[in-house]
């Protein structure tokens, strides 16, 4: 047996392995981009070989069998596969290819984005649902009727008179907000959460009990007439699924039919830019799919063996890939917590090289039988942190080692406790702990504390490894001279952090207050105890009791900030923040004033220097009204880092966004900052 053989039945069992398990199983193996890889790996030795070339290849078929659990219905029309393509070369390989075939340009195209869902086929008699399928193997489909009935977006009769018999195409897709809702549901209970909205889909249209398909709010985006009989005849591709607007079903509206190539290249870009919502959707894209327009240059084309000639599907970039974890690390934060992190083999996923990638908390990583050598699958989508999805189990081999938590810190070599109903482990070295002191720093100098432009990590980092600083009140000595001459720091860079670090000075007292990280401490609670003491020092001078009397503060928020008072060590730095100029009052208001009264906010996303409650609060206590739901009333979307579905819709209504930087200002100089 040649070595082309023997890898050709290799890649042969693979795919088919991995197809079974997304198929019909509904639990992915491996990320689409893989599978891709090893598919075109197939074909390109079945070109090579055609002689080795046999009917049941996976090349020579359009999915995968049906599962057993529904009925079996046949297609009347195949429901094909889409080739790929993944780059502009592709497409002009594509375009030259239909251009060839036709011995002309086609008369234009429709861009449709490719929705991650599943595949379905609907059946329509006299305009009334009779028969709803899977694709399937594309032959042959599993019968969904009575789950998808339970569908809103799916008519159960047209609007308008239909054709005697119609079978239209769609995907069925589960809104992005649903799949985080039943996410945080799965969450509380304490069960499995689900890795993404196309599987969630897949999963709820093939229950055996039709109310759990309802339960789940999926939707539907049709694209296209399979046939009919009866009815209207179309000239173009664009003409049929205005039809099927008319007639009720949905179409989806980001759709657009252009003239040449160039304009099917400017549609990509942008969706590629919109995939994660900023376009105002409330699904999932991962890519474009491009049909030529004309339905009789479509006949003309015809098909191959598992794809039409007339349509490509661009994919995007992939935003999950497999790759070893090779081990698990710590860091501990500015509060002490220590994190788990997973370093890995390098790989390219989401636009960029991943090394590093969140594992979020020992009892996450416990929860999802994460290993040191195990294949994991690591997802990074946009800006988002990268993070380690789960292990491939099925690629488990050997003795992968449990990961324990440490029971000292490697950085300074204190021990790592979990105190008694707390959920994450401390660090106890204080800030003697390298680490907790640079993150207490950065932290320090973010935009929710002093913001100090210029001081981020690499500068936090410099100055650290020279001895320049060891707390926050040597930020304060430093001068043009320690910095000019080092690396990146010219005149102009030297100048401008010497002028920041200057200006925080004279940042109001609740800044200082959040940025000196006391334990329970932020910016809601920051306000709420300098509107009563109105300077650092009486709040010092205070008692336990006394802070704890206050409205809205607790009796462990008022031991952590006496605590920390009474320390030595806080007590030295705080006189040093004295002698370098820093704000340590607030004057008296004038009067009672609702600066932000008649503003309404929502608030999305993770904010870098307030919890959620904390913004919420924070903003209440200046007056605006705060709600969950994004309107045409909203005066303002405060949005921090994955603000999801609500970001989306505040854009859609043409309602202001703010970041935390302008909302912290809005706090503080009112409406005017809008």
């Not at 694209?223 to 009866?230: L, N």
């Not at 799919?289 to 191959?304: H, M, P």
């Not at 913004?615 to 709600?627: F, H, M, N, Y």
Request: with cysteine; proline share 6%; hydrophobic share 40%.
């Amino acid at each position: 047996m040649s070595e082309a053989e023997d890898r050709i039945g290799e890649l042969r069992e693979l795919l088919r392995k991995h197809a079974h398990a997304y198929y019909v199983l509904d639990q992915p193996s491996i990320p689409d981009a893989e599978y891709d890889m090893l598919y075109r790996q197939l074909e390109e030795l079945e070109a090579a070989h055609p002689d080795l070339v046999v009917p049941d290849s996976p090349t020579q078929r359009v999915g995968a069998p049906p599962a057993s659990l529904f009925g079996s219905v046949r297609h009347r029309a195949a429901m094909f596969s889409l080739d790929n393509a993944e780059s502009p070369d592709d497409l002009d390989a594509w375009a030259e290819k239909v251009e060839r075939s036709l011995g002309r340009p086609p008369g234009g195209f429709v861009c449709e984005l490719k929705i991650d869902g599943a595949a379905v086929s609907l059946t329509y008699e006299n305009g009334v649902l009779v028969r709803a399928a899977t694709r399937g193997d594309g032959s042959i489909g599993e019968d969904i009727t009575a789950n998808v009935r339970t569908i809103k977006s799916v008519p159960l009769r047209t609007i308008k008179p239909a054709p005697d018999v119609m079978e239209i195409r769609g995907e069925l897709y589960m809104p992005v907000s649903e799949f985080e809702r039943l996410n945080e549901e799965q969450a509380a209970a304490g069960d499995q959460v689900y890795i993404n909205p196309r599987n969630m889909a897949a999963g709820s249209v093939r229950q055996k009990d039709p109310a759990v398909t309802a339960s789940r709010n999926l939707a539907i985006w049709t694209y296209q007439i399979g046939f009919q009989e009866g009815g209207p005849t179309f000239a173009t591709h664009w003409e049929s699924v205005e039809y099927l607007r008319d007639l009720g079903f949905p179409y989806n509206p980001e759709s657009e039919r252009v003239p040449d190539l160039d304009e099917v290249k400017e549609f990509v870009a942008a969706a590629e830019k919109t995939r994660h919502g900023e376009g105002g959707h409330d699904y999932q894209t991962d890519g474009v799919v491009i049909k030529v327009d004309s339905l009789a240059e479509q006949d003309e084309l015809g098909y191959t063996a598992r794809a039409p000639r007339w349509a490509i599907a661009f994919k995007f970039p992939p935003e999950e890939r497999t790759t070893k974890l090779l081990d698990i690390l710590i860091n501990v934060g500015r509060t002490g917590n220590v994190t788990p992190f997973a370093k890995l083999d390098p790989v390219f996923v989401g636009g960029a090289n991943v090394g590093m990638a969140t594992l979020h908390n020992e009892k996450e990583l416990q929860r999802k039988d994460i290993r040191i050598g195990d294949t994991v699958i690591v997802r990074r989508a946009g800006d988002v942190i990268p993070e380690v999805v789960g292990p491939v189990l099925s690629e488990r081999t050997g003795k992968p080692r449990v990961w324990r938590m440490p029971a000292t810190c490697p950085f300074c070599g204190h021990p790592i406790v979990t105190p008694e109903g707390e959920a994450r482990a401390k660090c106890t070295g204080g800030f003697i702990c390298p680490s907790r002191l640079r993150e207490w720093l950065f932290y320090f100098a973010s935009r929710g504390g002093m913001d100090i432009e210029g001081l981020g990590y690499k500068t936090v980092d410099l100055l650290l490894q020279e001895g320049l600083i060891n707390d926050a009140a040597d930020i304060y000595s430093l001068t043009a001279d320690d910095l000019l001459g080092r690396e990146r720091w010219g005149e102009i860079s030297t100048n401008k952090l010497i002028a920041a670090i200057e200006a925080s000075k004279d940042r109001p007292v609740p800044r200082l207050l959040t940025a000196l990280g006391i334990n329970l401490v932020g910016p809601t609670v920051s306000n709420t105890l300098v509107r009563e003491f109105r300077s650092i020092d009486r709040l010092a001078s205070a008692d336990t009791a006394e802070i704890e009397a206050i409205n809205g503060i607790g009796a462990e928020i008022a031991r952590s900030v006496s605590e920390w008072f009474s320390d030595e060590t806080n007590a030295a730095l705080i006189d040093r923040l004295r002698t370098a100029g820093l704000r340590f009052e607030e004057p008296e208001p004038d009067g009672e004033s609702d600066l932000l009264a008649g503003i309404t906010l929502v608030i999305t996303g993770t904010l870098e220097g307030f919890s959620r409650e904390e913004a919420k609060a924070a903003a209440e206590a200046a007056g605006a009204k705060v709600t969950n739901s994004v309107s045409k009333n909203t005066s303002a979307l405060v949005a921090g880092a994955n603000a999801g579905t609500k970001l989306t819709k505040a854009e859609s209504l043409g309602v202001p966004v703010v970041d935390e930087a302008t909302f912290v200002r809005l706090l503080e100089e009112g409406p005017d900052v809008l």
